[in-house]
């Protein structure tokens, strides 16, 4: 199997079997489309919804945002045969994994519920919020999904300085 990596600010779509989308999420955002009509699915990863009132934002920085980035994907989606009106998606990540950084991941899940509501696209899986990274492995071909919490690794032991006369042993 064919395994494609999305990171920030990318989108794709995919209308083979045999390959993965696969991503790594915080606080950011993923949505999977896929229409089961035409065999085809679309991944994005955005890292922010919108930008804030009065930001000025370069061009090249949009697909950054979700808002930019969710109109990328459908219409990817819809230029490789897929029909809107077909699309359903799946949602994961936006959780809150650093507290000091107030609730970026919150934020976005939301957007991404509101947009797909407001878009009358069909929520099909949510997994959002929390605080715990994840990976998102996606079928397009078949729109089947997978998400795996990360949770914190144990740390490696790490060697123990022991002081000598004139070695110094670790």
Do not use: W
């Not at 955002?29 to 955005?46: E, I, K, P, Q, T």
């Amino acid at each position: 199997m064919r395994r494609v990596s999305i990171i920030q600010g990318e989108h794709r779509v995919i209308a083979e079997p045999e390959v993965m989308l696969t991503t790594v999420l915080g606080s950011c955002v993923a949505v999977c489309l896929h229409d089961s009509v035409a065999r085809l699915g679309g991944m994005n990863h955005f890292l922010l919804g919108e930008p804030t009132a009065g930001h000025d934002v370069r061009p090249e920085e949009m697909q950054r945002y979700g808002v930019h980035a969710m109109e990328l994907l459908i219409n990817a989606m819809m230029q490789a045969g897929a029909k809107r009106e077909r699309l359903c998606g799946h949602l994961y990540g936006g959780a809150n994994i650093v507290a000091g950084l107030g609730a970026i991941g919150s934020s976005n899940a939301e957007f991404a519920r509101r947009f797909m509501q407001t878009e009358g696209l069909e929520v099909r899986h949510c997994d959002l919020g929390g605080t715990s990274a994840r990976k998102v492995e996606f079928l397009p071909f078949d729109g089947k999904v997978r998400s795996i919490k990360v949770t914190d690794a144990p740390l490696e032991q790490r060697p123990q300085r022991i002081a000598t006369n004139d070695v110094e042993l670790f």
